[in-house]
């Protein structure tokens, strides 16, 4: 089971990765939010994660 968490305090709401995994991710009150950890593979959860600009989402397994 994976574990997709967002630093709240550090999500600057640039919808970039709402845009790019719309299934795992959605903006609610111009911050970032987790919909579904599992409705992509871990490795483009990883990806958007790594692009970041803040660093906002941890990626566990």
């Given at each position: ?60 397994e």
């Amino acid at each position: 089971m994976v574990k997709v968490t967002i630093d709240e305090d550090g999500c600057i709401g640039c919808d970039a990765c709402a845009d790019e995994l719309p299934e795992v991710f959605e903006m609610v009150d111009d911050k970032a939010k987790v919909k579904d950890p599992n409705a992509a593979p871990i490795e483009k959860i990883k990806e958007v994660a790594e692009a970041c600009p803040t660093e906002a989402i941890t990626v566990e397994e």
